[in-house]
């Protein structure tokens, strides 16, 4: 799964340890989400999605359904 | 120094070492309260069977220690170590499964089944270091 969780971090000036601090979740689990090793669960996504005021879908997208619509 | 983790998390370890820094503390004194009370020759047997299963209290408390702090961490952390539980799992009880083998039709020296759940915890360790690694 691809997301831009860096890009949305960046844009706000977040550290990774800001951001990990705003989600209640440990630096490294952020930093695994940002490298696409780890897709989070669904509660997260929408925590992350919450937190940056905007839908999941244009923060999470299945790297698939990317490449179908780009076909 | 920069802030790795959220303080909420922080504290979770914090309390995770007091814990575990108890438990290891009554762990000590059980064994060797224990291997202090078997030499006793008029112990009954009863006696040896409570002095052999003490050190199973701390070591529960361990467990529970173990628990709050699993309950405490993030998803991330928490797959960790659920991973690295499953491969000491799998490598420590293939392991122990070969060599039983091995004592039984290859004349290998008898190891105690003592030292099976060291190796699990040992492993276990070890594994988690290994995927913090992979994921860092």
């Given at each position: 799964m691809r997301n831009r969780l860096k890009v949305l971090r960046a844009e706000r000036n977040w550290s990774q340890a800001d951001l990990a601090e705003k989600l209640d979740v440990s630096r490294q689990s952020v930093n695994a989400i940002e490298t696409g090793k780890y897709d989070p669960s669904l509660p997260l996504a929408f925590k992350i999605a919450t937190l940056f005021g905007l839908p999941i879908e244009q923060i999470f997208s299945a790297h698939d359904v990317v490449v179908q619509a780009a076909e | 120094m920069p802030r790795e983790t959220s303080p909420k998390i922080i504290s979770n370890g914090r309390r995770y070492m007091g814990n575990m820094a108890v438990a290891s503390v009554l762990y000590t004194g059980a064994v060797f309260g224990g291997a202090f009370a078997i030499?006793?020759?008029?112990?009954p047997q009863w006696g040896a069977i409570l002095a052999a299963l003490a050190p199973l209290v701390p070591a529960l408390l361990m467990l529970r220690a173990y628990m709050i702090f699993i309950n405490g961490v993030d998803e991330f952390q928490r797959r960790i170590q659920s991973e690295a539980m499953l491969y000491s799992a799998a490598i420590v009880g293939f392991g122990s499964f070969a060599y039983g083998f091995l004592e039984e039709w290859a004349d290998f020296p008898h190891l105690p089944l003592i030292w099976v759940f060291p190796a699990l915890m040992g492993v276990w360790g070890a594994a988690a270091c290994v995927m913090r690694l992979r994921y860092k």
């Open positions: - | 030499r006793n020759d008029d112990l």
